[in-house]
């Protein structure tokens, strides 16, 4: 089925990963800001179009070699379903609670990820690696895009209201891991990587987590409504 797949901290492998990663959110940022106003949201829609293609052709192949199973391809890890928002976002109404959701946990979730890299259940395939660093890339550079580019706004309790979704969300996956043998969002046991924030026995790493979860969340509201940093 796969083995999970760990890029060591400060290897060479990690810095080239993550050197080019930060090129393409930069890249998208500074093109974005380039467009005349008319092809901005354009961009947006192609970058969205492109994580759609991406997402059928992931779970295509792990159809036709048989690696695609309920209990671990459903795209119910958090940053699967922040990638699957920015696939939607922009072609939906009421868009305000879906950005925020998006702009905390797609940076948030999309951070740790290039970080502290681990591709669950790799099968090996250029595709699959290369996917990996592009849609998390891609959901720390969409929602930054959505706000610094399209002036999306954050609103004061954004923050909470993340939080409070997350809270929901583990309270829908946690019974549905344990129906079908799945570790979905970490809930089960945590990640096969060395991460003193996501260690432990369960419960308790989770317990720890939601204190950091919480204080994350505030403080990247705090900073991106700093004057130097605010759209």
């Not at 008319?38 to 992931?58: N, T």
């Not at 928002?85 to 922009?90: M, S």
């Not at 250029?126 to 002036?151: E, G, N, Q, R, T």
């Not at 987590?209 to 409504?225: A, K």
């Amino acid at each position: 089925m796969g083995e999970d797949y760990v890029i060591s901290f400060l290897s060479s492998e990690w810095n080239f990963n993550t050197l080019f990663s930060s090129i393409y959110i930069i890249s998208f940022l500074l093109i974005g800001f380039k467009l005349n106003e008319p092809y901005k949201l354009l961009f947006a829609k192609s970058l969205a179009c492109l994580l759609i293609i991406f997402f059928f052709i992931f779970h295509i192949i792990h159809f036709y070699q048989g690696t695609w199973s309920i209990n671990t391809r459903l795209p119910l890890h958090l940053c699967a379903i922040s990638h699957l928002i920015a696939c939607l976002i922009l072609f939906v109404p009421r868009q305000q609670l879906l950005f925020e959701i998006l702009f905390y946990c797609g940076i948030v979730g999309g951070l740790q990820a290039i970080l502290t890299p681990l591709i669950d259940e790799y099968t090996g395939g250029v595709f699959f690696y290369f996917d990996y660093y592009f849609s998390h890339s891609s959901i720390i550079a969409f929602p930054l895009y959505l706000y610094y580019v399209l002036k999306m706004k954050l609103t004061e309790y954004s923050w909470l209201k993340t939080f409070i979704f997350l809270n929901v969300l583990m309270i829908l996956i946690m019974p549905l891991n344990f129906l079908i043998d799945s570790n979905f969002m970490y809930l089960s046991e945590p990640p096969n990587i060395n991460h003193p924030l996501v260690s432990g026995e369960w419960p308790y790493y989770i317990i720890k987590w939601e204190f950091f979860v919480f204080l994350l969340l505030y403080f990247t509201y705090l900073i991106f409504n700093y004057r130097i940093f605010k759209n």
